[in-house]
Antibody
Framework: EVRLVESGGGLVQPGGSLRLSCAASGFTFRSFPMNWVRQAPGKGPEWVAALSAPGDRTYYANSVKDRFTISRDNSNNTLFLQMSSLRVEDTAVYYC??????????????WGQGTLVTVSS | DIVMTQSPDSLAVSLGERATINCKSSQSVSYSSNNKYYLAWYQQKPGQPPKLLIYWASTRESGVPDRFSGSGSGTDFTLTISSLQAEDVAVYYCQQYYSTPGFTFGPGTKVDIK
């Protein structure tokens, strides 16, 4: 069974930093690109970032470009999201999501349960 | 970025009746080389992550009941629940996974029981 477990969320002040992790199991992690998606309270999902399987190509939403960094450790089956210069509007549940195929352009299945990031003073 | 819109914002349907949700993309989400539509539908229940129902616009994910179906072409797509069940109460989102960066989602359609 594929499992994705996010951690690292919490309360942070505007301008602060936070590092999220996503522990993956049940599939060959190193073969799949991976995604971070966030969902603000009462809103629809917003794709945040994607990373190629070997970790050499990154893709970011304009809203987080130059502030967030996606990375991975294929030896330990873990995906990361380093977030800096955080803003109030970054408040959301952050999900990691696996594509249903090894192609970057794939629907997301499954998603983790998410970790809540709250940016507030 | 490709903008996804959905209609209606919400709908209430009697048990056993049909529910229809529409999704429109601001530009094409298909490649002529493979004739596939890079369009997915997700179901989200309160406190849960989104769950994939349909991909390639019309392919049902394994385990998804056959009362859920997807259709469409060009820039207009539809999710149909043929006979609404109580467990289908949720918010439904469409998503395009055609353009990188920017796998954009629609704003969602809330489905309730009438």
């Amino acid at each position: 069974e594929v499992r994705l477990v996010e951690s690292g969320g919490g309360l942070v002040q505007p301008g602060g930093s936070l590092r999220l992790s996503c522990a993956a199991s049940g599939f060959t992690f190193r073969s799949f690109p991976m995604n971070w998606v966030r969902q603000a309270p009462g809103k629809g999902p917003e794709w945040v970032a994607a990373l190629s399987a070997p970790g050499d190509r990154t893709y970011y939403a304009n809203s987080v470009k130059d502030r967030f960094t996606i990375s991975r450790d294929n030896s330990n089956n873990t995906l990361f999201l380093q977030m800096s210069s955080l803003r109030v509007e970054d408040t959301a549940v952050y999900y990691c999501a696996k594509p249903r195929s090894v192609l970057l352009r794939s629907a997301f299945d499954p998603w983790g349960q998410g970790t809540l990031v709250t940016v507030s003073s | 970025d490709i903008v996804m819109t959905q209609s209606p914002d919400s709908l209430a349907v009697s048990l056993g009746e049909r529910a229809t949700i529409n999704c429109k993309s601001s530009q094409s989400v298909s490649y002529s080389s493979n004739n596939k539509y890079y369009l997915a539908w997700y179901q989200q229940k309160p406190g849960q992550p989104p769950k994939l129902l349909i991909y390639w616009a019309s392919t049902r994910e394994s385990g998804v009941p056959d009362r859920f179906s997807g259709s469409g072409s060009g820039t207009d797509f539809t999710l149909t629940i043929s006979s609404l069940q109580a467990e289908d109460v949720a918010v439904y989102y469409c998503q395009q996974y055609y353009s990188t960066p920017g796998f954009t989602f629609g704003p969602g359609t809330k489905v309730d029981i009438k």
